[in-house]
């Protein structure tokens, strides 16, 4: 009887005029199972962000200055032009050290004459030192002098390299390549060997650096928390922000960090 009650029951639903589907819920919605989202929670690694000042900063700078002194004749480089290492830059007169060069082979030709003429003689002496025909004394004096002749040789020959050497630096060549600056110096000025203020400069822009000033404070709570554990240590990379609010395309990275503090800044140059 409960069977047959049931079924009843559920035949006379199914004959309600009501318009509605079976098994249907309020508002024609189906009462089958609801789906519903969910989020799987795992660790990952999170970059630390820090924005700092920087100031750009050249990767080479040089000062040209002149090694050997004397009148500029020549300026051979346009301000602000690429230089390459070894292009001249500035034509000091050569005249001096051109006279200094011819000096230095001429003794060169005369002491080389003076070894001829020493050695000859030492020569002659030697066999008649043999039998006695001079004496020890006079043979050793000849090869004495050839020595020193051989020896004079040798200096000429060195103060000519110094004069030839003199004489190639009176053109000043770039020392490294880059972009050069204006020029500090004109055509017709002395330029001396002890000047305090370069001739011009060479800053050399690719790559870059920029020097970036942290505070001392930031960086030692960043090593306490890679002490602890709380962070692990990466490669930082450096993305740039220009004056005007722009991004910079190029990214960087971080190359050197300080080790001192700056007592006045109380900050670290990274």
């Known amino acids: 009887m ?10 006379g639903k199914a004959d309600e005029p009501s318009g509605k589907g079976a098994g249907s ?5 189906a009462n089958g199972p609801v789906s519903v989202g969910f989020v799987v929670v795992q ?16 990767y080479r700078s040089s000062e040209v200055r002149p ?44 002491a ?11 020569d002659r002496y030697k066999p008649l030192a043999a039998i ?20 004079a040789v040798a200096q000429a020959k060195a103060t000519l390299q110094t004069a030839r050497i003199n004489l190639n630096l009176t053109t000043v060549p770039a020392p490294i390549s880059g972009r050069i ?32 000033q942290q505070s001392s404070s930031d960086l030692l709570a960043l090593r306490r928390s890679l002490s602890t554990g709380g962070l692990s240590a990466g490669s930082a990379a450096v993305r740039l922000s220009l004056e005007d609010g722009g991004a910079y395309d190029q990214m ?12 006045t800044t109380g900050t670290v140059t990274l």
């Open 2 to 11: 409960a069977v047959c009650a049931l079924l009843a029951a559920c035949g």
């Open 252 to 263: 960087g990275r971080l190359e050197f960090s300080e080790a001192m503090v700056d007592p």
């Open 25 to 29: 819920g309020p508002g024609g919605r």
């Open 132 to 151: 006695e025909a001079v004496s020890q004394q006079d043979y050793a004096n000849a090869v004495a002098t050839a020595g020193q002749a051989d020896a």
């Open 67 to 110: 090694q050997v002194a004397g009148v500029i004749q020549r300026r051979l480089f346009t301000e602000g032009a690429l230089v390459t290492r070894g292009q001249p830059l500035y034509q000091i007169d050569p005249s001096l050290y051109r006279a200094a060069v011819n000096e230095a082979q001429a003794n060169v030709q005369s």
């Open 181 to 212: 600056g204006r020029s500090l110096s004109t055509v017709g000025a002395l330029a001396t060997t002890n000047q305090s203020d370069p001739l011009t400069t060479i800053n050399q822009l690719d790559p870059m650096l920029v020097d970036i």
């Open 43 to 58: 660790s990952s690694a999170v970059a630390l962000t820090k924005e700092l000042p920087g100031r750009i900063v050249a």
């Open 112 to 122: 080389e004459a003076n070894l001829v003429a020493a050695k000859a003689l030492a």
